[in-house]
């Protein structure tokens, strides 16, 4: 006999997930102090103002208008885009030039990869190593792939026209 009703064997749990196993919090970004591992409620700076930025666990954060600017010197993160690239021979501090690809943009055009390797990256003082960048020449931006820095197990928020990238451990 079937029917609705809560008879022998039938389930009443909270939702759908996948049972009681373990979570791992250190990857939640919390909403009111922006910091890892805990949510709001638990969130030990919940009575400090609500645009609290703690500079300490940032990895990359940067906010600059410039006026007259080298794109050379600038990276756009790209949700869009497979892998890292970059169009600046100048830029990479190791380059295996023997490494040839072809990439797809956006608007369908192809562009031929003609090296790759890694860059170092000048942020706040502080420069950050990324690996594993295509050498574009004829691509006119550089690009940071947001699903390569997310692969590398880097948390991405993007709040309030600002961008916040933050390492597991490192914070």
């Not at 703690?54 to 080298?70: A, C, G, P, R, S």
């Not at 190791?94 to 990256?121: A, C, P, W, Y």
């Amino acid at each position: 006999m079937r029917g609705r009703g809560r008879g022998r064997n039938s389930y009443r749990g909270r939702g759908r997930g996948r049972g009681r196993g373990s979570f791992n919090k250190s990857t939640i970004v919390c909403y009111n102090c922006h910091g890892l591992g805990h949510f709001q409620y638990e969130c030990p700076k919940w009575n400090d103002e609500a645009n609290y930025v703690d500079e300490d666990h940032m990895l990359l954060m940067t906010y600059e208008k410039v006026q007259n600017y080298n794109m050379h010197n600038v990276w756009f993160l790209d949700s869009g885009c497979s892998n890292h690239m970059c169009g600046d021979h100048g830029t990479f501090t190791e380059l295996d030039e023997n490494f040839k690809h072809t990439v797809r943009l956006g608007n369908d055009s192809r562009l031929q990869v003609h090296g790759k390797e890694r860059i170092s990256l000048p942020v706040g003082g502080i420069k950050y190593v990324v690996r594993v960048v295509y050498y574009v020449p004829e691509l006119n931006n550089n690009l940071l792939s947001v699903g390569q820095l997310q692969e590398k197990g880097l948390a991405i928020l993007f709040k309030h026209n600002t961008c916040s990238i933050f390492h597991d451990q490192r914070g």
